[in-house]
């Protein structure tokens, strides 16, 4: 895989979840790493990881809707490290609901987290990235983004992110900047097991049984979605750009 030394990384939403893992896998492949997420407490857990196994990591408490958060978070990366070279759009939250019942809370948290909170970032990063003439961005997508029940929200945004991904590679490719997104499907992380317990499943049944429905037959860690992320920000894919690919062990995809 890709080799990052020297290089750069921001992942959003890195506390936990895939956010960690990606942040560990870059980390492992030589990239300093800046774990971002709402609070910096919560980032602890993840660069003591990193630097345990001997990467360099910064934690950094930004709230991804706010612009002056943002904006001062990228600067404290870029005179932390030098520079920003690789952005992961992954911060996010689930606001589960069927329309009937889903509040105006409820669609805005999540539009304001998933989808301006990319925005924000990718405003913010792509300012070092031009100058540089060199960068890498990758958004979380899903694929709920072809419809799910009880996700019209979740769904919207990240649809949305697919269409900004797409966008992004027009505007920046002259840049040399790559811009992808990564669609996972059901990965096994502690948002995915809350979901089946505020439902009223037990989470390790609910998994069994999404597991039957995957050619894989099994459901994907947070690692796997980690690996493609790597490889879609290391320089073997500097051809590939304005994709979504999606990560769900070989499961039908409708739209």
Aim: aromatic share 6%; net charge neutral.
């Amino acid at each position: 895989m890709g080799n990052l030394q020297g290089r750069v990384a921001a992942v959003t939403g890195a506390a936990r979840g895939i956010g960690a893992a990606t942040a560990r896998r870059l980390a492992a492949d030589g990239a300093a790493v800046a774990v971002m997420d709402v609070q910096e407490a919560l980032c602890k857990e993840t660069v003591a990881t990193i630097r345990a196994a001997g990467g360099t990591a910064l934690a950094l408490g930004c709230d991804v809707t706010k612009t002056d958060q943002v904006n001062d978070a990228f600067t404290r990366i870029a005179q932390e490290f030098g520079k920003v070279d690789i952005l992961v759009n992954n911060a996010g939250v689930l606001r589960d609901n069927l329309l009937f019942k889903m509040s105006e809370d409820d669609w805005d948290t999540v539009m304001a987290v998933h989808l301006k909170g990319s925005f924000l970032c990718s405003k913010a990063a792509q300012q070092y990235m031009v100058q540089q003439k060199y960068g890498k961005i990758v958004n979380l997508s899903s694929t709920s983004a072809l419809g799910n029940r009880g996700q019209a929200n979740y769904s919207a945004v990240k649809a949305g992110l697919q269409g900004f991904t797409k966008t992004l590679a027009i505007e920046l490719g002259p840049f040399n900047i790559n811009v992808n997104a990564v669609a996972p499907g059901f990965i096994d992380t502690e948002m995915t097991r809350a979901t089946s317990r505020r439902i009223g499943l037990d989470p390790d049944a609910a998994i069994a049984q999404a597991a039957q429905q995957i050619p894989l037959r099994r459901v994907g860690q947070p690692e796997d979605v980690a690996n493609v992320i790597a490889f879609l920000v290391s320089d073997d894919a500097a051809y590939v750009s304005g994709q979504v690919i999606y990560v769900n062990g070989g499961g039908r995809l409708s739209s």
